[in-house]
């Protein structure tokens, strides 16, 4: 089955490693620029694959996702048995297999190797973190490992280039020599009941396979074959295990512990391990960074340090985009005539684009941060201290920083999600993520309790409804992610089992691939998306721009002088507008809230992103759109009257203040966000559940504060 | 039978069992947490759970509820 298609120049490996190994590094380092995404229908997760050239042969690598074994549980771990093996319709064979080990950590790392040893295809293996066991003084004999699996061994140091020609030239050779890796041989009892199963497989079969038929207990692999390759196996593998267990054999622990005994067994004469008495830099340290004290104290001053990073050191940044946004699109009006054309490449476009390259500082900061500590091997640290409090909440440990992120802003908190393995806790943690408090919500929060709860309160007050506002998010995210995990993403969770990694120097090209990486996947998929709401709504504000009369505003505005006059004519026209009609429609719906139209237009726009909402109260309450003076609305707000009519009450009393931050507090008004949730689930029900759930919860709680509000305030 | 969750920190000893035949019980022992091995306990997370052991020579983070059913000998 190992035939190569020798008619075809190009050479198909697929990489394999554990994760931590520096898989990616490896994959990036060989493939330089030159990959590209593979979509797989029902899958999740991101499968690269990339080439290069070497002695004039394409290699082309498919990067398997990290795992620890090749017994699928998932249709995402299922994907990558299927594409190791040849299985998967869209993708050849591989004609060989590049395993990537941690040579600091042989054992355990070899444990999959056994697993691709069996597959019958040639293996080349490579090592990594060489320097680490050395450090830790270990000495590994690799021409004696070579000898005795057969193949080659090639120690790698992918980010400093090390090892990297030995590696192509092992990889170029395994195309001619073919050599076979030796494999462990179980009893043979279960290598003639394996041989049996192999039979039936036929040409796609591998000893491998026909292993995880026998072995695979709950049945998952074994369905899913007979679907496939529409065979009938199930008889024959209850029949072969039937036998096994006649003669006292345990299904379940048999396959872990014939590999590891002759893992044991091969490696032992290959390594020379230090005596067990000395401590390690790991145990040192860890010996701190776990600590019940100082390890809390560290991990505080971390997240600390991390937080405000995002808030200071994004903010000029952001500063300057806006900045640089706002001198574009001066230069676009100088230039350009006064007109729609105009109007929609300053407001819809310029304003589109701005929206999402606004997100780069925090996206860029965040995961230079998320990379050093996970690139150290903190970030396993981090999820260790924190697991016990997410664990309340249905969640693991790695959940914490995503959410945490979140309180700056759901977005790159999204994108953080990527280290959560479990498919369900990292659904949940997306779900819940957008309920932390972002800084785009905190100019809602200062401008009503400005204007309605700062005059005549005690000093400490206003801090203390910001704190509490705060806290709408904190208490909420939590209640919802126990809802969602014992509901809609209720299932026989895995077990958090995690390498705690050796620390080490970060890499800084590993730290600057992760920022490139993630930018570049944001700027594409969720950016084009971003851009695209951005300029719809831009169009739904500006059209109709005919008065019910037949005039044309902007041209009216256009002869206006008078700025009052001018401001006048904006709010017309944007009243006349799709966005400002819907907002009229929608007065039943949003009165039970203590709101008027007005402050539902100013909603209804701030649904693509919150930012928006203090710009469009300007608007609305007759304010002109250039005024950003939050002080100016905050005197205004409290005199306004229904309808403007001073015979009727005042629109805001402190319910519906306080209905209006809970409202913003819980709704899902961020279009980038849904947008990275798209890309990042890769389908659209969840943005769409994530926008109705989060929307439905606003209503009712604001609903609830205002009425409960009324009665007792 | 002490399991992985009752025994205190910095003891060390062999693994003699892993309780249960589901994915959770496979996952466990394809991690390197097999009868035999030896293992020991590193530290625990400040509230007590989850526990950090050191088995095959690395680092394994595991939850107390898991931890149960890993039956050891403390030497």
Redesign the interface.
């Known amino acids: 089955m190992n035939e190569n298609n020798s008619q075809s120049k190009t050479y198909r490996i697929a990489l394999l490693g554990n994760p931590n190994t520096g898989k990616t590094t490896l994959f990036n380092v060989l493939t330089g620029l030159n990959h590209r995404v593979g979509n797989y229908p029902g899958v999740t997760v991101e499968i690269k694959k990339g080439s290069f050239v070497h002695k004039s042969t394409v290699i082309e690598i498919l990067d398997i996702p990290g795992t620890y074994s090749l017994a699928p549980r998932s249709p995402d771990e299922l994907l990558s048995v299927e594409l190791v093996l040849g299985l998967n319709p869209m993708e050849k064979m591989p004609d060989a297999l590049l395993v990537l080990a941690d040579a600091s950590n042989l054992e355990r790392n070899l444990y999959l190797a056994t697993q691709a040893f069996e597959t019958g295809l040639p293996v080349i293996l490579a090592l990594s973190m060489v320097d680490l066991a050395t450090a830790a003084g270990m000495e590994i004999d690799f021409g004696a490992l070579s000898k005795k699996l057969g193949i080659p061994v090639v120690a790698i140091h992918a980010s400093k280039h090390k090892g990297l020609e030995e590696l192509k030239d092992a990889i170029i050779l395994s195309q001619s020599e073919k050599r076979l890796p030796n494999s462990p041989l179980f009893s043979e009892l279960i290598e003639s009941c394996r041989g049996k199963i192999l039979g039936l497989l036929g040409n796609k079969g591998s000893r491998f396979l026909a292993g995880r038929l026998l072995f695979e207990t709950d049945g998952f692999l074994a369905q899913q074959l007979e679907q496939k390759l529409s065979l009938s196996l199930s008889a024959s593998i209850l029949e072969n295990r039937q036998v096994l267990k006649s003669s006292g054999i345990n299904l379940v622990s048999i396959e872990a512990k014939c590999r590891y005994a002759w893992i044991h067994e091969l490696v032992q004469p290959c390594i020379r391990k230090p005596g067990n008495k000395t401590v390690g830099f790991t145990d040192k340290v860890d010996r701190i960074l776990t600590h019940k004290v100082y390890g809390m104290l560290f991990f505080f001053l971390i997240m600390f340090l991390m937080f405000t990073a995002l808030f200071i050191l994004a903010k000029p940044l952001m500063e300057w985009i806006g900045a640089g946004k706002d001198f574009l699109g001066e230069s676009f009006e100088s230039f350009l005539p006064d007109g729609m054309l105009r109007s929609l490449l300053v407001e819809g476009l310029l304003e589109g684009v701005g929206g999402v390259v606004v997100f780069l500082p925090q996206i860029i900061i965040l995961f230079g941060f998320l990379s050093i500590l996970e690139d150290c091997g903190y970030m396993a640290r981090a999820a260790f201290l924190m697991d016990r409090v997410m664990a309340k909440c249905g969640l693991s440990g790695k959940s914490f920083i995503p959410l945490l992120s979140s309180v700056a802003c759901a977005v790159p908190g999204v994108l953080a999600t990527r280290v959560i393995e479990d498919k369900r806790d990292r659904l949940a943690t997306i779900l819940v993520a957008p309920l932390m408090s972002c800084s785009a919500r905190l100019p809602v929060y200062v401008l009503f309790i400005g204007a309605f709860l700062t005059d005549g309160y005690p000093i400490w007050f206003p801090g203390m409804m910001l704190f509490l506002m705060y806290c709408v998010g904190f208490i909420t995210a939590p209640i919802a992610a126990t809802l969602f995990k014992s509901t809609i993403l209720k299932g026989k969770g895995a077990p958090f089992l995690m390498e705690l990694p050796v620390y080490k120097m970060p890499s800084l090209r590993v730290v600057f691939a992760r920022i490139y990486e993630a930018s570049l996947s944001f700027l594409k998929r969720a950016g084009t998306l971003i851009a695209a709401t951005m300029v719809i709504i831009w169009a739904v504000l500006y059209f109709p721009c005919v008065s019910p009369t037949g005039e044309n505003y902007p041209a009216l505005i256009a002869q206006t002088e008078n700025k009052a006059e001018q401001d006048a004519l904006l709010l017309q026209w944007k009243k006349n507008s799709f966005l400002g009609r819907a907002g009229h429609l929608i007065e039943p719906i949003v009165k039970p809230l203590g709101w008027d139209w007005r402050i539902g237009v100013a909603t209804l726009a701030s649904f693509p992103a919150r930012e928006v909402v203090v710009g469009t109260l300007s608007i609305v309450f007759g304010l002109g759109k250039d005024s950003k003076d939050e002080e100016q609305l905050q005197e205004i707000l409290p005199k306004v009257h229904w309808n403007d009519d001073p015979d009727q009450p005042l629109l805001f009393n402190i319910p519906a203040a306080l209905s209006i931050m809970v409202f913003f507090a819980l709704c899902c008004q961020c279009g980038s966000t849904l947008m990275v949730i798209r890309q990042e689930t890769g389908s659209w029900y969840w943005p769409a559940f994530t926008f109705l759930y989060m929307t439905g919860l606003a209503y009712l709680a604001a609903l609830l504060t205002f009425q409960l509000g009324m009665l007792f305030l | 039978m002490l399991s992985l969750d009752r025994v205190s920190i910095g003891s060390k000893g062999f693994i003699s069992s892993?309780i249960g035949?589901?994915?959770?019980?496979?996952?466990?022992?394809?991690?390197?947490v097999?009868?035999g091995?030896p293992f020991e306990l590193?530290?625990t997370?400040?509230?007590?759970?989850?526990l950090?052991i050191k088995v095959?020579?690395?680092?394994?983070?595991?939850?107390k509820t898991?931890a149960a059913r890993v039956v050891v000998r403390v030497s």
């Open positions: 892993i035949d589901d994915a959770i019980a496979q996952r466990l022992m394809e991690m390197g097999i009868e091995e590193v530290a997370a400040p509230m007590g759970d989850p950090e095959q020579g690395y680092r394994l983070s595991i939850r898991e």
